[in-house]
């Protein structure tokens, strides 16, 4: 399946009349700027975005309650509390969440909201929604033949590769980087619901899923990443939540290391929810009522699907091979636990 890089923003269009309203992971989202990477929505909003002029909050992270981290040790986003959720991000942009989440105001420089918007989007709402009790996990998702894959991983580890991957052999992505997690109506297993479409890749990446001439023309967002659809994500009927059949941990080898080949190791369930909470989007980091039950939310996923952890050589010339292990996992813990080494490149 042939991929094409979905295009930038007209900036013009960015400031509508009055709030439009999307779909970001099911939930409806007022926005007071236009998200064209978001399904469009009339359901009532749950959320509300608008922009305002300033934001009163400190101009460094001296003070925050909390920092994350990117992998090069930079700090990527700090967090002060007060009676709302302070979010301030490297440069000027930053955001205040109301304490129920239901309220986000943001800004930016010079009136200028591509950053603003990427900011929203992958990481602001994600945390919000998990403020708001639910289950939002840094991962992408691919639809097989029993179900829903979702694929855990740092930045970096090649979750979105991997995606793009599954994507160029006809799998649908049902989600990137942002994965929300619910239990299914009948009580058996978890749902994985759909998110923003298509895949975001850094150029580098995206060179091996689209042509010289569509690679040229690809607009960067503001994390210099590339998104790339497929051809039908324009005409398909929207994406409906699919069972969760199981879920992968990425873990490349250290380069240092010297691992060359794909080695899968089924986890407990111990082990398996340390992933999911290691690797979930969050916000509220004190209250200890909503701390546990996010550790029992996710340790019902973790007790309910199979999770495997995959170590390999991140070298985007075998990622179809990557792929095919995947696919070829066993969908029981019984029988992954007897799988062995698995895969082998």
């Not at 700090?78 to 490297?90: A, E, G, I, M, V």
């Not at 909201?113 to 996990?137: E, F, I, K, N």
Request: glycine share 8%.
């Amino acid at each position: 399946m042939r991929a094409e890089a979905t295009r930038a923003p007209t900036r013009k269009h960015e400031l509508p009349d009055r709030p439009s309203v999307h779909a970001f992971c099911g939930v409806p989202v007022a926005s007071g700027v236009v998200l064209p990477e978001l399904p469009s929505s009339a359901a009532a909003a749950q959320i509300r975005f608008h922009l305002a002029p300033t934001l009163p909050l400190p101009q460094t992270t001296a003070g925050a309650r909390h920092v994350w981290r990117a992998p090069d040790g930079g700090i990527s986003l700090s967090l002060f509390k007060s009676d709302r959720y302070n979010l301030l991000f490297p440069g000027t942009v930053r955001f205040a969440i109301g304490a129920d989440g239901r309220d986000i105001v943001g800004c930016g420089d010079c009136g200028h909201t591509d950053d603003v918007r990427h900011a929203l989007l992958t990481q602001v709402l994600p945390r919000v929604l998990s403020l708001r009790g639910r289950m939002v996990v840094h991962a992408s998702a691919v639809i097989g033949s029993e179900g829903a894959i979702a694929v855990l991983g740092t930045g970096g580890a090649g979750k979105s590769t991997l995606a793009a991957a599954f994507q160029q052999a006809g799998h649908e992505v049902i989600a990137d980087d942002c994965l929300v997690l619910q239990p299914a109506p009948d009580a058996v297993g978890f749902l994985a619901i759909p998110g923003p479409p298509g895949v975001r890749l850094c150029r580098d990446a995206a060179a091996g899923f689209l042509s010289p001439d569509a690679l040229a023309a690809a607009p960067e967002d503001p994390a210099g990443k590339v998104r790339i659809a497929s051809e039908s994500t324009a005409t398909r009927p929207p994406r409906e939540p699919a069972r969760l059949a199981r879920a992968v941990l990425l873990q490349p080898w250290d380069s240092a290391a010297g691992g060359s080949e794909v080695e899968v190791e089924a986890l407990t369930p111990a082990e398996a929810l340390m992933a999911f909470v290691e690797h979930s989007f969050q916000l509220e980091l004190w209250d200890r009522t909503a701390l546990s039950a996010r550790l029992r939310a996710f340790a019902a996923v973790a007790d309910a699907v199979p999770v495997v952890r995959i170590r390999f050589r991140h070298d985007l010339r075998e990622i179809a091979t990557l792929r095919e292990c995947v696919l070829s996992l066993p969908t029981t813990a019984s029988r992954l636990a007897t799988a062995g080494g698995g895969c082998r490149l």
